[in-house]
C-alpha cells in the first residue's frame, strides 16, 4: 500500500546569500562526468562548511544548495542558500533569514581566503566573525563561531573536493569577492564517527605537561593532565614546524601553555563515545628549573 509520507520533502526556506562555484575546463578535452562529480563534492562540500558555520546557532539546522542557474564556456554554477527544519519563531523573519544569508557568505569567504591557515590564525577569523554572530535581530543572545577544530575539517573537506579537479581552475564567487581554490592533493582525513547524538566542546588555556613528542610528523602528541596520559592533535602547525627544525628543544617532562579545544560525543544516554582534545595554539615552553646537586 502507497504512504505518500514515504514521498514528503521537508520543507526549505531560502535565506539570501549566493554563491557561484567557477570551474575553468578544457573544452573537448575535459571528461563531462569527472568536471560534473567535482562540481558535486564541491556543492556538498560548500553545505558542509555552512553546516559548520551554523553549528552554534541550531544544530537541526541544515543548509542545502539550490541552483540558480548554469553558464557554459567555463561551468559556472550559481547557488542559492536555502535551509531546513527553521525554527518555526523564525520561519516568517525575513530580517533573520537577510542576518543568517549575510552570515554564511561572509563566513565561507572569510575562511576560504584563510583555508591553508594555521589553527591560531583559523582562530583569528572566527573571532572577526564574533560580532556578526551576536548581530542576529530580536536580541538573540548565546550565538558565537564555531571550534577551530570543526573549521579545519570542514575546510579539509573543500580541499579534498578540489583536488578532484586537477588540472581546473576553480573560484568561489560571492558578493565580497571572488576566492580561487589552488590546486592541492586530497588531506588524509579521519573516517567521520556514525551516528553521534550530541557533542560538547569546552575550551580554554592549560599547561599540558609533555610524556612522549612527535617525532614523526603525524601531529599526536602524549601529554599528562590530570595525572593520566592523553594523547592531543597539535592544530598548531607553524610551532610544530619550528619544533622539527628544531627551534624548540622539548624533552619529557616539560611542560607546554596551550590554548585548547575538547570535544566529548555523548549518546543518546549520555554515555560518552569518544574524547578529541587538540592544541589551537602553543602559547610557552616551561622548562623544569635544573636541580643544584648537593654539596
Known amino acids: 500500500m502507497h504512504n505518500p509520507a514515504m514521498n514528503r520533502q521537508l520543507q526549505i526556506e531560502s535565506v539570501e546569500g549566493e554563491i557561484s562555484l567557477v570551474i575553468e575546463y578544457q573544452q573537448g578535452k575535459s571528461e563531462a562526468l569527472s568536471v560534473l562529480a567535482g562540481a558535486m563534492l564541491l556543492i556538498k562540500a560548500m553545505d558542509a562548511l555552512d553546516h559548520c558555520l551554523l553549528s552554534s546557532i541550531d544544530s537541526g539546522l541544515e543548509p542545502v544548495s539550490i541552483l540558480n542557474d548554469v553558464q557554459h564556456s567555463s561551468l559556472k554554477v550559481l547557488l542559492a542558500r536555502a535551509l531546513r527544519k527553521i525554527p518555526d519563531e523564525h520561519i516568517g523573519s525575513m530580517d533573520w533569514k537577510k542576518w543568517l544569508g549575510a552570515l554564511l557568505v561572509k563566513g565561507k569567504h572569510r575562511l576560504l581566503q584563510n583555508i591553508d591557515a594555521d589553527a591560531p590564525e583559523l582562530r583569528g577569523v572566527l573571532a572577526e566573525l564574533e560580532a556578526d554572530y551576536k548581530a542576529a ?159
Open 137 to 295: 535581530p530580536g536580541g538573540l543572545v548565546g550565538y558565537t563561531p564555531p571550534t577551530v577544530a570543526q573549521v579545519r575539517e570542514a575546510l579539509d573537506g573543500v580541499t579534498l573536493a578540489r583536488a578532484s579537479l586537477p588540472g581546473q581552475r576553480v573560484t568561489v564567487q560571492t558578493e565580497l569577492g571572488d576566492v580561487e581554490l589552488a590546486e592541492t592533493s586530497a588531506p588524509a582525513l579521519d573516517a567521520l564517527m556514525d551516528g553521534p547524538q550530541q557533542t560538547i566542546t569546552n575550551s580554554g588555556i592549560e599547561f599540558f605537561k609533555v610524556k612522549a613528542p612527535d617525532m614523526l610528523g603525524a601531529a599526536q602528541w602524549v601529554v599528562m593532565r590530570n595525572n593520566r596520559s592523553t594523547r592531543v592533535d597539535m592544530l598548531h602547525q607553524g610551532w610544530l614546524d619550528a619544533y622539527h627544525a628544531r627551534q624548540h628543544n622539548i624533552l619529557p617532562g616539560d611542560s607546554l601553555k596551550c590554548r585548547f579545544e575538547e570535544a566529548v560525543v555523548y549518546d543518546a544516554l549520555g554515555n560518552e563515545l569518544d574524547r578529541k582534545l587538540s592544541v589551537v595554539e602553543v602559547l610557552a615552553v616551561i622548562t623544569p628549573p635544573v636541580q643544584q646537586p648537593l654539596l
